[in-house]
């Protein structure tokens, strides 16, 4: 059974960071494409962040800069860092494994808010 689990998100301040986790069990993480995506009220998902399986990664332009993506295959989890957050940037946030199939996590909300 394929699970992806998103863990990290929470209440923060603007200019404050939260750290994200996507732990992953049921597959061959190491192979798989992984990605950060955000959905806020009203918007349609987006790509945020994601990483290759050899860890080349790619950026959302509202993104670059403030946000670091990795993972670590030893424990099956990827990572999103997020830095100098701002309200806009409040969503659920989802993370995705592509590789033969697609799966998603069932999300983490962040808000970033005073």
């Known amino acids: 059974q394929v699970q992806l689990v998103e863990s990290g998100g929470g209440l923060v301040q603007p200019g404050g960071s939260l750290r994200l986790s996507c732990a992953a069990s049921?597959?061959?993480?190491?192979?798989?494409?992984m990605s950060w995506f955000r959905q806020a009220p009203g918007k349609q998902r987006e790509l945020v962040a994601a990483?290759?399986?050899?860890?080349?990664?790619d950026y959302a332009d509202s993104v670059r800069g403030r946000f670091t993506i990795s993972r670590d295959n030893a424990k099956n989890t990827v990572y999103l860092q997020m830095n100098s957050l701002k309200p806009e940037d409040t969503a659920v946030y989802y993370c995705?494994?592509?590789?033969?199939?697609?799966?998603w996590g069932q999300g983490t909300q962040v808000t970033v808010s005073s």
């Open positions: 049921g597959i061959m993480f190491s192979a798989y494409y």
């Open positions: 995705k494994a592509t590789f033969s199939y697609v799966y």
């Open positions: 990483i290759s399986s050899g860890t080349s990664t």
